[in-house]
T-cell receptor, first 111, second 114 residues
């Protein structure tokens, strides 16, 4: 199946710092999505990207759909303690059944 | 609005036992799916359904069965549990068959097989 390489695997940052994480693939995707999983919960959709080159923001979060359609990044500005969790990228070639998830980035925000 | 509800939240089984993980959604979503989450491996699709009476296999279907008799419910059955099935299981739904990946997840069911 398709593989997504998500990095970094984990991050420890100070509160107030900016964060950047990314996903790359050898395959082309039509959609890139970013989910966040809080401890003990299921993933929740943060941002969905549908067009190559698209840059989308959701509050302090900004994500981009790479121009080659093989990568995406997520930035979080001015991190706060509630940003703690696992962030997953996911790529789709068309429908939910064709969704491939990255292995996740574990984010820890230190006070 | 309950969204996607999974039961049980925790379960311990012995090798060879069978059990069913329940999933129900109240959003009238046609698409429902089951994922397993293992450390360092992200979420992998086990089975999915695009509507009542229709199911299909995902990436890792072996050892699991599903059925979809109603729009609301999508149970996952483990026929003979194995230690390799120790994982966290998530049920997810979506508003239409051709949705591009915007899934609503349940809170998860943590299964340990001894």
């Amino acid at each position: 199946g398709q593989q997504l390489n998500q990095s970094p695997q984990s991050m420890f940052i100070q509160e107030g710092e900016d964060v950047s994480m990314n996903c790359t693939s050898s395959s082309i995707f039509n959609t890139w999505l970013w989910y966040k999983q809080d401890p003990g919960e299921g993933p929740v959709l943060l941002i969905a990207l549908y067009k190559a080159g698209e840059l989308t923001s959701n509050g302090r979060l900004t994500a981009q759909f790479g121009i080659t359609r093989k990568d995406s990044f997520l930035n979080i500005s001015a991190s706060i303690p509630s940003d703690v969790g696992i962030y997953f990228c996911a790529g789709s070639t068309g429908s939910a059944r064709q969704l491939t998830f990255g292995s996740g980035t574990q984010l820890t925000v230190l006070p | 609005n309950a969204g996607v509800t999974q039961t049980p939240k925790f379960q311990v089984l012995k090798t060879g036992q069978s059990m069913t993980l329940q999933c129900a959604q109240d959003m009238n979503h046609e698409y429902m799916s089951w994922y397993r989450q293992d450390p360092g491996m992200g979420l992998r699709l086990i089975h999915y359904s695009v509507g009542a009476g229709i199911t299909d296999q995902g990436e890792v279907p072996n050892g699991y069965n599903v059925s979809r008799s109603t729009t609301e419910d999508f149970p996952l059955r483990l026929l003979s549990a194995a230690p390799s099935q120790t994982s966290v299981y998530f049920c997810a739904s979506s508003s239409d068959t051709w949705n591009t990946g915007e899934l609503f997840f349940g809170e998860g069911s943590r299964l340990t097989v001894l």
